[in-house]
């Protein structure tokens, strides 16, 4: 087994005590880009995640009580310490994830953002004072933290979907328990060690990994767990507001995505060009606001998909440590067989292959950047999510047809068009039934901008100054004189 690396810690955190898991063992963790084990994690199950629970509800009563200042100050530290750790951070994510250097640098900086906004935020959680319809009351609206944070996580961004559920929390004076995803559990162990380094309390952030059934039963289930926040497939984000019903829960959902790219006839097209590929192979595809689906106007189709793929063949696979790399492997073989899948069904139905088409030379989980066209309706990337690096591209011929296809979808979460119509884009902007548009803008994500969906991609929006609500409840006081 390899050395251990930096900020790789093979334990949980409980209270503030590193620990391992009571009886069940230890799970392997596995580089994706060699198919090493890397190293293991506590496989912690129901009895560890009750007393991360009732660690976090003691902590809770001394954290509620600091000043919102004291609060911005230990945030400011955790996002300094992000900073001052890069390297290290990016480098086991890279390891345990697969994506390339450089976006693991990106995400580790985007943590560290979202950690400094709520820091911000963290002073400005203001009430109300309304007008009252008695002349001997007073009416008041004051906002207090929702208690007991229960943090179910995903593997594509380990460290930043974690920044942005835990800056809100800690901003608003809850307490967390998180449990990241099993494929990469130690950029999320990190956040244990570097909340140590920032000064903030026992108990305030607790880590399990585990047993995803046992643990996130008990998080739905415990009554002192007073919100669930997940980001994950809609599948699971169902079943978990479900189980979160039973006690009446607050829950924050960001699911399934199944994004829509339009490119009109009068788009830019060299910058439809650079923003699909941002959209569509960042993380090797597996983005939830990654572009699923592309409508090509009639009129440039055959000239886009000619530069998109001139483009896409610029791409470079390989191990995201290796020096140039854009395209690291897929999290696992499973997710491989959802794009072999997909290809297939497209060259059932009559598309053809612009470019890749198939897995790498390079084996393990690597996969070739693909462009599929003569996509149509009937075939199955219309409906499903591809989660990896394959672009079909669909026809259309007018706006109303376009946004009409860009819609029928359960989905909800992102959607692009590139147009240089100025009413055009408001249109397409305002008849996207999505909680994010980027109009002549494929990679739209910043902490001061509120991300989530509607319909089936979920509930609740995380970053910007949305982003505290979820976490806090409002109080009406009426005081009579
Ligand atoms: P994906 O298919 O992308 O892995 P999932 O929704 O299965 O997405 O996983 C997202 C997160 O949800 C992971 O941390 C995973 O371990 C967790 N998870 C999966 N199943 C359950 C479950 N039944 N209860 C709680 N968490 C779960």
């Known amino acids: 087994m390899a050395k251990l690396l930096p900020f790789q810690r093979e334990k949980n955190l409980i209270g503030g005590e590193w620990i391992d898991a009571d009886s069940a063992g230890t799970i392997e963790v596995t580089n994706p880009a060699t198919g090493e084990v890397i190293g293991t994690v506590p496989n912690c199950g129901a009895a560890e995640t009750k007393r991360a629970i009732e660690a976090a509800q003691k902590a809770f009563e001394g954290w509620r009580a600091t000043t919102a200042a004291e609060r911005a100050d230990k945030l400011r530290k955790l996002a300094a310490a992000l900073e001052k750790n890069k390297e290290e951070l ?9 994506k390339s250097l450089a976006e693991a640098r990106g995400e580790v900086g985007i943590s560290a953002a979202y950690v400094l906004w709520f820091a911000e935020e963290a002073r400005r959680v203001y009430g109300d004072t309304i007008p009252s319809p008695w002349a001997n009351r007073r009416i008041l609206v004051t906002k207090e933290p929702v208690g007991v ?74 009554p002192l767990v007073k919100k669930v926040t997940f980001t994950g497939s809609t599948e699971i984000g169902k079943l978990l507001m479900k189980q979160a019903s039973g006690t009446m829960k607050r829950v924050s959902m960001e699911l399934g995505g199944n994004a829509p790219f339009l490119i009109f006839d009068d788009a830019d097209l060299d910058a439809a060009v650079e923003g699909a590929i941002g959209s569509k192979y960042r993380n090797s595809g597996q983005t939830c606001v990654c572009a699923n689906r592309f409508y090509v106007q009639a009129g440039v189709y055959d000239a886009f998909a000619e530069k998109f793929a001139e483009a896409v063949r ?13 395209q690291g492997p897929l999290i696992d073989e499973k997710a491989v067989e959802k794009v072999e899948e997909h290809i297939a069904d497209v060259l059932a ?3 053809r292959v612009v470019t890749g088409g198939k897995r790498h030379a390079l084996g393990h989980s690597f996969f070739e950047p693909t462009i599929v066209a003569d996509v149509t309706p009937g075939m199955k990337v219309a409906k499903e999510e591809t989660f990896g ?3 079909p591209l669909f026809r259309f011929d007018t706006e109303e047809q376009a946004v009409a296809m860009a819609n029928d979808t359960e989905f909800g979460l992102a959607a692009y068009a590139y147009t240089r119509d100025l009413g055009r884009a408001f249109r397409v902007m305002e008849g996207l039934q999505y909680g994010q548009v980027g109009i002549n803008a494929g990679v739209i994500t910043t902490e001061v901008a509120p991300f989530g969906g509607v319909k089936e991609s979920g509930l609740g929006r995380e970053g910007s100054k949305y982003g505290l609500d979820d976490y806090l409840n409002v109080k009406y006081g009426c005081i009579g004189l």
């Open 90 to 98: 990016a480098v086991l994510l890279t390891t345990e994830q697969g």
């Open 149 to 222: 944070v229960a943090a179910i996580t995903p593997w594509n961004f380990p460290s930043s979907m974690l920044s942005r559920k835990l800056g809100a929390a800690l901003a608003a004076g809850c307490t967390v328990v998180t449990k990241p995803a099993t494929q990469t559990p130690y950029s999320a162990i990190a956040w244990g060690l570097l909340a140590e380094e920032a000064g903030i309390p026992p108990g305030v952030i607790n880590i399990l990994t585990g047993s995803a059934t046992q643990i996130g039963g008990e998080m739905t289930a415990n």
């Open 314 to 326: 610029d791409l470079k696979v390989g191990n995201g440590l290796e020096p140039g790399v854009t």
């Open 349 to 351: 139905k009559g598309g």
């Open 389 to 391: 690096p394959l672009a």
